[in-house]
T-cell receptor, first 115, second 110 residues
Framework: DAGVIQSPRHEVTEMGQEVTLRCKPI?????LFWYRQTMMRGLELLIY????????DSGMPEDRFSAKMPNASFSTLKIQPSEPRDSAVYFC?????????????FGDGTRLSIL | GDSVTQMEGPVTLSEEAFLTINCTYT??????LFWYVQYPGEGLQLLLK?????DKGSNKGFEATYRKETTSFHLEKGSVQVSDSAVYFC?????????FGAGTTVTVRA
């Protein structure tokens, strides 16, 4: 079975540019999560969607960050304009339901470097 | 709020040594507990889970028991291999949010 698919795997761009990260969750999963991983802060939840609706975006750092989920099989995380402090690994995860016993399945991440 | 504390690394071991990584948690209610493993350049993979007190999760020779009385979920493996070198994360699942520990880097030498 295909897991969570993220693209691109690596992105290097100059500050001020728009960055779009993409995620395809596991088919049939109705919950989707975006995380950011840095050495300083570890893993941080940025936003959580359930049935394509954003439920909790309290972790989104600031207005430069936005996320969408237009359908059950696709989500994007956009940073505009990007800044060097946004450099991190961004993970997308999905799960089949929000009951406590269901684990989240992670993609391989996008390693983002803002110069 | 929910939180997870796991032992700091890095941990360096020889092959066939015994590994234990301590994890304690603070939570309201009855959370599910997980161990995830992250190999270099990859995402987090679920290693094992436990959903209620006294449950033992196990996978690939790793074990962890959900101890409500000590609010702990320590990870153990009796004989590690070089291929077990990775970062290990303890995590707690509340309503929908995973709270992660800081991660423990484990290096196994041949």
């Amino acid at each position: 079975d295909a897991g969570v698919i993220q693209s691109p795997r690596h992105e290097v761009t100059e500050m001020g540019q728009e960055v779009t990260l993409r995620c395809k969750p596991i088919s049939g999963h109705n919950s989707l999560f975006w995380y950011r991983q840095t050495m300083m802060r570890g893993l941080e939840l940025l936003i959580y969607f359930n049935n394509n609706v954003p439920i909790d975006d309290s972790g989104m750092p600031e207005d430069r960050f936005s996320a969408k989920m237009p359908n059950a099989s696709f989500s994007t995380l956009k940073i505009q304009p990007s800044e060097p402090r946004d450099s991190a690994v961004y993970f997308c995860a999905s799960s089949s339901e929000t009951l406590k016993s269901q684990p989240q399945h992670f993609g391989d991440g996008t390693r983002l470097s803002i110069l | 709020g929910d939180s997870v504390t796991q032992m700091e690394g890095p941990v360096t071991l020889s092959e066939e040594a015994f590994l234990t990584i301590n994890c304690t948690y603070t939570a309201t209610g009855y959370p599910s507990l997980f161990w995830y493993v992250q190999y270099p350049g990859e995402g987090l993979q679920l290693l094992l889970k436990a959903t209620k007190a006294d449950d033992k999760g196990s996978n690939k020779g790793f074990e962890a028991t959900y101890r409500k009385e000590t609010t702990s979920f320590h990870l153990e493996k009796g004989s590690v291999q070089v291929s077990d070198s990775a970062v290990y994360f303890c995590a707690l699942l509340g309503d929908y949010k995973l709270s992660f520990g800081a991660g423990t880097t484990v290096t196994v030498r041949a």
